[in-house]
Nanobody
Framework: VQLVESGGGMVQPGGSLTLSCAAS????????MSWVRQAPGKGPEWVSA????????YYADSVKGRFTISRDNAKNTLYLHMNSLKPEDTALYYC?????????????????WGQGTQVTVSS
């Protein structure tokens, strides 16, 4: 199993970025997926989750209305479209796989994580 994030970078406040997570080594369409972020000196924060088919999406209040999670099961890829970025969105962003019997709101139910991609929002 491998999860590889990309698309991070530095952007000014109000800007946009799209993160990607390329999945391999498992049947991507069988698993719910999540994005989690961790800012320097802070614990991990759940950001968003999506069910296997992409028809159900979930967001933390801190990003609701600004971020959109999506997936392309044909390409084995998870996305996070981020708009209206704020300095407090600065963090290392990880994609994670939710175990089949697990729930996206419990980190203990995540069985694989990517290495993360850095997002920095600064003027």
């Amino acid at each position: 199993v491998q999860l590889v994030e990309s698309g991070g970078g530095m952007v000014q406040p109000g800007g946009s970025l799209t993160l990607s997570c390329a999945a391999s080594g498992f049947t991507f369409s069988f698993y719910d997926m999540s994005w989690v972020r961790q800012a320097p000196g802070k614990g991990p924060e759940w950001v968003s989750a999506i069910n296997t088919g992409g028809g159900s999406t979930y967001y933390a209040d801190s990003v609701k209305g600004r971020f959109t999670i999506s997936r392309d099961n044909a390409k084995n890829t998870l996305y996070l479209h981020m708009n209206s970025l704020k300095p407090e969105d600065t963090a290392l962003y990880y994609c994670a796989r939710v175990r089949i019997t697990g729930s996206y709101y419990r980190f203990n139910d995540y069985d694989y994580w990517g290495q993360g991609t850095q997002v920095t929002v600064s003027s």
